[in-house]
């Protein structure tokens, strides 16, 4: 089966402690994002990447990290610099990379819910 | 600059009732547009997508779209609610090039037996 698998389902994170959030697609898509989601507040983009080995930031990448040396991963590191991890975060893929456009349809993993104890 | 502002917070409707679901987007150019729906604690779900080959829009589980240029809308509806409807329901706009989706805040939708 095709699709995205995001790892752990639930993650707990002691304050100043660094995690990382993974994220795999066997779509053969070009494009990777990570969201972050509260509630009321819809998704907010975190970072995302257009191709392997090149990311850009989002509008909240502070305290957040993220690489991308292949093209199936793309993992996020949430730093002990981001104030207030405690959030739902979301991994989605997309076929097109750098060209865009109208079929920029995105593809969601199940996500990680993130809680700093 | 593209935007999207969904009308409703929330929504409440009773089982077998039509659904309407009110979004309003703004962009530069001629948009890509899509709902997603998402239920509690899981990833999200294209529900159906506008991508000027028509203007009404027909998605998943009886839900319908219609794109309205003159009214920058894009209403989410369905005739008939069922139990299985209440989810959060998400409007997001799209250019071409190389910018990213954006969202709106979502409207949540409950279904009264």
């Known amino acids: 089966d095709g699709g995205i698998t995001q790892s752990p389902k639930y993650l707990f994170r002691k304050e100043g402690q660094n995690v990382t959030l993974s994220c795999e697609q066997n779509l053969n898509h070009d494009a990777m994002y990570w969201y972050r989601q509260d509630p009321g507040q819809g998704l907010r983009l975190i970072y995302y990447s257009q191709i392997v080995n090149d990311f850009q930031k989002g509008d909240i990448a502070e305290g957040y990290s993220v690489s991308r040396e292949k093209k199936e991963s793309f993992p996020l590191t949430v730093t002990s610099a981001q104030k207030n991890p405690t959030a739902f975060y979301l991994c989605?893929?997309?076929?097109?990379?750098?060209?865009?456009?109208?079929?920029?349809?995105?593809?969601f993993g199940p996500g990680t819910r993130l809680t700093v104890l | 600059a593209q935007s999207v502002t969904q009308l409703d917070s929330h929504v409440s409707v009773s089982e077998g009732t039509p659904v309407l679901l009110r979004c309003n987007y703004s962009?530069?150019?001629?948009?890509?547009l899509f709902w997603y729906v998402q239920h509690p604690n899981k990833g999200l779900q294209l529900l159906l997508k506008?991508?000027?080959?028509?203007?009404l829009v027909k998605g998943i589980n009886g839900f319908e779209a219609e794109f309205k240029k003159s009214e920058t809308s894009f209403h989410l509806t369905k005739p008939s609610a069922h139990m299985s409807d209440a989810a959060e329901y998400f409007c997001?706009?799209?250019?071409?090039?190389?910018?990213?989706?954006?969202f709106g805040k979502g409207t949540r939708l409950s279904v009264i037996a």
């Open positions: 997001v706009v799209s250019e071409r090039g190389n910018t990213p989706l954006v």
């Open positions: 962009s530069s150019y001629s948009p890509s």
């Open positions: 989605a893929s997309s076929r097109p990379g750098l060209a865009g456009g109208p079929d920029n349809e995105q593809f």
């Open positions: 506008y991508t000027s080959a028509a203007t």
